[in-house]
């Protein structure tokens, strides 16, 4: 694919359901090997644009293009080049965690030949070779993310997608989490796109931010560079989503969504 410096670009991109517009006419980019953070409550249209992104839902106006991939015109090239780790849970509990890897190669059309490499790679680098033979249902929340992690880069795209990749998870945890993305992005330089609704989170790991409110990037920047727009004395990231939406981080989403993230969470442990 192409070399440039852009990995995504889209172009005023848009979403509407109804009545109701998710995404307004959007339009930003994410260099490649960035970690990239769209950062809001639930309701912002964070899931919405990530699943436009990676063509699970096609876009009511406007486009992106992935490495060189249209998600309009080139959709199967576009997931051929992206891994996407989603929110609610993606692994069966029912299969070891070197059943689900092979699944997902077989999914990913892997040769036959390069399978068991790639497998014992993956378990390698997630440090969960030891566990390879457990059955997932008796994972922790944590070992569980990083599998998910392990079917989402087993085809080695170089862009990744991860939609609340941490929700659920403690504090440790997720920080084992983002010690395996970060050293994705140092060993193979993978472009990192997530969304979150944990300000720290975004704070701690990416290299720019959108904050997103009501379907609008309300402001993109380094976390650095959004805190000295609010012109605050030792402001943080909750401030500056203050200061450019005009609102609290507060949780919105409706009962549906709600039950959705709970039972995440409960499974996540």
Known sequence: MKQGIDMITVTN????????TAVNNISFSVNRGEI????????AGKTTTIKMLITLIAPTSGDAVIDGCSITADAAEVRRVIGYVP???????????EENLMLMARLYDIGRKDRRQRIDEVLTFLDLTQESHALVKNFSGGMIRKLEVGQAILHRPPVLFLDEPTSGLDPVARRNVWQHLLELRKQ???TIFFTTHYMEEAEEVADRVAVM????????????ELRRQTKKENATLEDA???????????????REIKRMRETERKLG
């Open 13 to 20: 991109l848009s979403k509407q359901f109804k009545k109701i």
């Open 36 to 43: 990239f953070a769209f950062v809001g409550p639930n309701g």
């Open 188 to 190: 193979v330089r993978t």
């Open 87 to 97: 929110q609610m849970i993606s692994v069966d509990g029912t299969l070891t965690a």
């Open 213 to 224: 409110h009501l379907g609008n990037i309300a402001a993109i920047g380094t976390v650095d």
């Open 241 to 255: 989503f203050i200061y450019f939406t005009g609102t609290t981080m507060q949780e919105k989403g409706n009962l």
